[in-house]
């Protein structure tokens, strides 16, 4: 891919406290909102606060119970988690900010001198990008053990590489699941979903319709009710066993498993970061190995966990650094 005129200067991953603080420094800063783009693969907004913050805990507080002192263009006044979710909302209206919710980045690559945020429904070139996803955990396991001469057959994402078009079993039935299906088979791959139950509750509206189209138009072929009961090498492929009575093996190039969780370190390892040495760190702006990519919010908190506080101050710091190392990317504002 080559960069075109509609290059974005920022693009930003996730669309927690972190990100639409990123986003608002960023306009504050004179570029042009149009030129910024926030993708979240939820329905809304810092949903992290609601769901980590019950009612009465102040948002402001980490794990360990500090309060930081909050700088930036969007600090609120009161960091109580209602005033807080307001003033975000607040925030994106007043800095006329582009969210595109519900479209999940599933891989970062990497062009000519700028960086491709890879969704189900579209990829979107940016001259600088910054990753603002909370820490999931790790990917959980299937119930049957992963031999080791298969471990590159397996994946947990979608940011493998391969040399063409390739036979690709999605083991799961939650939203990762149905958007990595729909990248896969964006990308040309022959994908079959395999899921244990019926319907997918856990799926929300637009993964589910998006999925039931790409079935009936033979681009991806769903079993339901099936349950995978192990793999093993079969030549250069492998062969799926399964344990429904009657349900023959079948052979796939690739197995991708989206059982649940998430692996930060695997998802921004594929673009190349070296995670060897420390995180990004704060006097460093929060810049990665790769220059021009940034990690922002939970991503560069320690082990007591982040904050609302340190999310917003992770993104002053990251919009300063990224200003004045790489002002000459993008437009601002005369």
């Not at 990665?288 to 340190?310: H, N, Q, R, W």
Request: charged fraction near 25%; aromatic fraction near 6%; include cysteine.
């Amino acid at each position: 891919m080559s960069p075109s005129r509609d290059l974005l200067d920022l693009v930003i991953v996730g669309a927690g406290p972190a990100g639409i603080a990123l986003a608002a420094e960023a306009v504050a800063s004179g570029i042009d909102p149009s030129r910024i783009l926030v993708l979240e693969k939820g329905e809304a907004h810092s949903y992290s606060i609601p769901k980590l913050h019950p009612e009465g805990k102040t948002a402001a507080a980490g794990d360990g119970g500090d309060v930081a002192v909050c700088r930036g263009v969007t600090c609120p006044s009161d960091l109580s988690k209602g005033p807080a979710l307001s003033h975000l909302d607040r925030a994106i209206r007043d800095h006329r900010l582009r969210v595109r919710y519900r479209e999940a980045v599933v891989a970062i690559r990497l062009g000519d001198g700028f960086f491709v945020a890879q969704t189900p429904l579209a990829a979107y070139p940016a001259r600088t990008c910054a990753v603002a996803i909370g820490i999931l955990g790790r990917p959980q396991k299937p119930g049957w053990p992963i031999r080791p001469s298969l471990r590159d057959r397996i994946a947990y994402d979608v940011s493998f590489e391969a040399a063409g078009a390739e036979d690709v079993l999605v083991v799961g039935g939650g939203d990762s699941a149905s958007e990595y299906a729909q990248y896969l088979a964006q990308e040309g791959h022959r994908v079959v979903l395999s899921y244990r139950g019926m319907a997918f509750r856990r799926m929300n509206d637009i993964d589910r319709v998006s999925l039931d189209d790409l079935e009936r138009s033979g681009r991806v072929k769903v079993l339901r009710a099936s349950n995978v009961e192990g793999i093993v090498p079969e030549g250069s492929r492998v062969r799926v066993d399964f344990s429904e009575a009657g349900a023959p093996p079948m052979t796939f190039d690739r197995v991708v498993l989206a059982l649940g969780g998430a692996a930060p370190d695997d998802f921004l390892g594929a673009v190349g970061i070296d995670f060897d040495g420390p995180r990004p760190a704060p006097e460093e702006g929060y810049e990665t190995s790769i220059p021009g990519l940034y990690l922002v919010g939970d991503l560069t908190a320690g082990k007591g966990g982040g904050s609302i506080v340190t999310a917003f101050n992770s993104a002053t710091d990251a919009m300063r650094a990224l200003l004045g190392r790489h002002a000459d990317r993008i437009r601002l504002a005369s």
